[in-house]
């Protein structure tokens, strides 16, 4: 079994800046692509970026692409979001996952992701 582990939540300020770290273990071929999502208090859970393992093929949320990067290394198995700007709206715990692949649509996750790690939480103060 896959195990996914986030790290680098925590409390910032509005404008500030924040990298996520999530690492997968792997027994395997399973994994092929990385990704993370975030869920808002009253919200659901919704795509923020992803990418293969190589890095060469990335994938953004229409919404966020502009304030966020993410980078991956693929030996380590460890993906890396970059977030800068963040407003408080990007309060949420944040949430790697890991899968043979990434399918989106239009900036929208549809599936590949099968490993899931516990999320890790970011809050941004005004």
């Known amino acids: 079994q896959v195990q996914v582990v986030e790290s680098g939540g925590g409390l910032v300020q509005a404008g500030e800046s924040l990298r996520l770290s999530c690492t997968a273990s792997e027994t395997g071929s399973e994994i092929g692509a990385m990704a993370w999502f975030r869920q808002g208090p009253g919200k659901e859970r919704e795509f923020v970026a992803g990418?293969?393992?190589?890095?060469?093929?990335?994938r953004y949320s229409g919404f966020l692409r502009d304030r966020v990067t993410i980078s991956i290394d693929g030996a380590k198995n460890t993906v890396y979001l970059q977030m800068n700007n963040l407003k408080p709206e990007d309060t949420a715990v944040y949430y790697c996952a890991a899968g043979p692949r990434i399918i989106t649509m239009n900036g929208q996750y549809s599936g590949g992701m099968e490993f899931w790690g516990k999320g890790t939480l970011v809050i941004v103060s005004s």
């Open positions: 990418t293969t393992r190589s890095g060469n093929n990335t």
